[in-house]
């Protein structure tokens, strides 16, 4: 069974740090491209990352650039969203997707388009 489950969302203060995990399941992540989306109350779901499955090149959404780091870990068939310098804007739910496919296509991009497998998603909340 194809599934991907995060962790890691909670609560914390502004400037603040959380690492997001996303773990694969019923496939080898290190072969496909894998997003990073994050949906706020009341707003469309959007793109934050998209890391290629061919060469591990990693796309960022203008607005996390500089504060979110994508890494993957193939062996244990993990992708992490580390971010930092969090902000009261960041706070949404965070999903992880793949369309199954190598190369990161538009609808990894806002407006995100219909990705083969998603996460349940993990809330990331931040607020004094």
């Not at 290190?30 to 009341?42: D, E, K, L, T």
């Not at 990352?49 to 996390?64: F, L, M, Q, R």
């Not at 870990?73 to 969203?81: F, S």
């Amino acid at each position: 069974q194809v599934q991907l489950v995060e962790s890691g969302g909670g609560l914390v203060q502004p400037g603040g740090s959380l690492r997001l995990s996303c773990a694969a399941s019923g496939f080898t992540l290190g072969f496909y491209a894998i997003g990073w989306f994050r949906q706020a109350p009341g707003k469309e779901r959007e793109g934050v990352t998209c890391t290629s499955g061919s060469d591990s090149s990693t796309y960022y959404e203008d607005s996390v650039k500089g504060r979110f780091t994508v890494s993957r870990d193939n062996a244990k068939g993990t992708v992490y969203l580390q971010m930092n310098s969090l902000k009261p804007e960041d706070t949404a739910v965070y999903y992880c997707a793949t369309d199954l496919g190598r190369i990161c296509g538009s609808h990894y991009y806002t407006p995100v388009g219909n990705l083969e497998v998603w996460g349940q998603g993990t809330l990331v909340t931040v607020s004094t």
